[in-house]
């Protein structure tokens, strides 16, 4: 059945069956693998959008479909296709290479049909993009749903005589000069922007394809849903593409938009309807403020206590958030990221101001409320960060453990700043202030960049404070450090800490190597080199730092329930 739009979701690089690419621990703090194949949440609410105006839109994963089978044939899956347009997204940096190359295929398989690229990355290096052979259209900022429906209208011409020059958000191409139409359309109001999982389950059937609306591998074992709170942020973390003032200069969004407290309790009922399985909430709902935590609490007595969900901060809540939270849900996990435990590093990365106290007191508290456990999680490569102080975030984690009596609900983690100083971010526009040199700054750099050997290879910066190499062994030294306290809390099995200590060993061994054959001056000589390293490469770039199951909601229980997804989903399927 020919779709109207497929959204189609590329692997950070296209080719990554064939090339020896070293990922390292840059995917191990997330549920997707090292090829970053979990699909932007956005598309489910373009998704959403669309349908609900007439147009029949598709999902599909293509980076899942090649991760899961090696013997899929993306290029002669692509060709099969029938749409009026592709959209890809290049949301985070990562995904350059992939998203371009499969643009590249889709246009080599069907030239009449129109190339749409949308996400923060996108909008940040539009001119670059649009500049490519294989890119018909950008549309910019965090609020595409509408420009995308007059686009898809220009398109398939089914609301009339839509013209690309009313299209807000919008670059394109016509008479071989580029468009960039205003970033007239900025979301203050997300009431129609629904997180709504059952457009999943309508185009499983509509298409006879479960497979390609996978959002990443696992997820059948472990359906984890996420709903965010919030468009934009308050926050000016140094690095972040997604901080308020990479916002503003990618989107022009001068303030966030928050969804109604009525509308995340709904959703979270929805969802819990159909699929039972934890539900993590994307942003801290404590940046709007007591009243709109307080509302939202009021609005989740209704909700099943037995609902398992995840609370992210950006600093220590405080009690009251945590006897709310204690009221409403008998499952709860809570995570912060403070990044270093150094107040100065913190301060000069933008991070708001709180002391180790206040977070030492806020993880006893929410501990003592009944809390499943509580994440904290750490970075390296931060301004001003050097090696004693990535090796001292394991001497303060042990006092933690013991202040907390070793409780195994306490998980620490740590990972590298990488692949790349994301786009839009304070540091990228003036990395001399925050101790940084880049590499590069354009997106062809970064495209030649994420194909390379080894993350060390891969990072678009350099910190005056931890060179490349000082950052590498840091990163995984201190990992060890942490999985030994877990081991000792309970946290982990022993048996789960040797095998983490093997592959840490393991991957510092397979950098060793990849540095080696890097100084090899024949480059024929140094490709067959890496290539005989390829298996170890791909072994030892996932779960490295810690094994991934640990991020994973305890003692979850998973559950489809599929009748009313069968009742109320697959019969509304058109």
């Known amino acids: 059945m020919k779709a109207d739009l497929i959204l189609l979701h590329a692997p950070s690089v296209y080719d990554f069956r064939k090339k020896t ?4 621990p840059m995917s191990d703090l997330v549920p997707s693998t090292p090829i970053f194949e979990m699909y932007p949440i956005g598309f489910l609410t373009l998704s959403n959008y669309l349908e609900k105006r007439g147009f029949r839109v598709r999902i599909v994963n293509l980076a899942y479909r090649m991760q899961q089978d090696p013997a899929f044939d993306a290029e002669r899956f692509i060709s099969r296709l029938k749409a009026h347009a592709f959209g890809l997204d290049l949301h985070w940096l990562p995904h350059c290479q992939g998203s371009t190359e499969v643009a590249g295929i889709v246009k080599k398989y069907h030239p009449r049909a129109k190339v749409i690229f949308g996400g923060f990355s996108a909008s940040f290096f539009y001119s670059e993009l649009i500049a490519m052979d294989q890119v018909d259209y950008i549309v910019r900022g965090d609020s595409t749903e509408e420009p995308l429906a007059r686009l898809m209208a220009a398109i398939t011409k089914k609301k009339g005589d839509s013209k690309l020059a009313d299209v807000p958000n919008l670059v394109y191409k016509q008479d071989k000069k580029v468009h960039a139409n205003p970033l007239a359309c900025i979301s203050t109001d997300l009431e129609e922007i629904d997180f709504d999982y059952r457009i999943m389950f309508r185009q499983a059937v509509r298409y006879l394809d479960l497979k390609s609306l996978i959002p990443f591998t696992d997820w059948l074992r472990y359906p984890i849903t996420t709903i965010p709170i919030v468009r934009g942020c308050v926050m000016e973390c140094s690095g972040c593409g997604g901080s308020k003032s990479a916002f503003r200069q990618f989107g022009s ?237 309970g946290a982990i099995t022993s048996q789960v800490m040797q095998q983490n200590q093997n592959r840490i060993l393991h991957a510092v061994e397979t950098m060793e190597k990849i540095d080696r054959i890097m100084e090899e001056p024949d480059k024929h000589k140094r490709k067959a080199q890496l290539a005989a390293l390829k298996k170890d490469t791909d072994r030892y770039s996932m779960s490295t730092v810690c094994e991934k199951k640990e991020l994973e909601f305890p003692l979850f229980n998973r559950s489809f329930r599929w009748f009313h997804i069968i009742r109320d989903t697959i019969c509304k399927a058109g």
């Open 21 to 24: 690419i070293m990922f390292g």
């Open 253 to 489: 969004r001068a303030c966030p938009a928050y969804r109604s407290p009525q509308k995340l309790a709904e959703e979270i009922r929805k969802i819990n309807r159909y699929i039972q399985a934890p539900i993590f909430l994307l942003g801290d709902i404590n940046s709007n403020g007591p009243d709109y935590v307080q509302e939202f609490f009021d609005c989740a007595r209704h909700l099943d206590d037995r609902i398992q969900i995840f609370f992210e901060f950006f600093s220590p809540p405080g009690k009251k958030f945590f006897d709310l939270a204690h009221k409403a849900f008998d499952h709860v996990l809570y995570e912060i990221s403070p990044d270093s435990h150094q107040g100065s590093v913190r301060e000069r990365m933008g991070k708001p101001r709180f002391s180790n106290e206040q977070l030492i007191q806020d993880i006893q508290y929410a501990l003592g409320k009944g809390a499943v456990r509580f994440d904290l999680y750490f970075m390296t490569g931060l301004p001003g960060q050097d090696r004693d102080s990535v090796m001292d975030t394991v001497r303060f984690c042990r006092d933690l453990y013991q202040t907390l009596g070793w409780d195994k609900r306490f998980m620490p983690f740590i990972s590298p700043m990488a692949p790349f100083l994301d786009p839009g971010s304070r540091a990228w526009a003036n990395p001399q202030k925050f101790g940084y040199s880049l590499r590069t700054k354009t997106l062809a750099g970064h495209i030649e960049a994420i194909t390379q050997p080894s993350w060390k290879y891969i990072l678009n910066y350099r910190s005056r404070s931890l060179p490349v190499d000082a950052l590498v062994d840091a990163t995984y030294q201190a990992a060890l450090g942490l999985n030994r306290l877990k081991a000792k809390a």
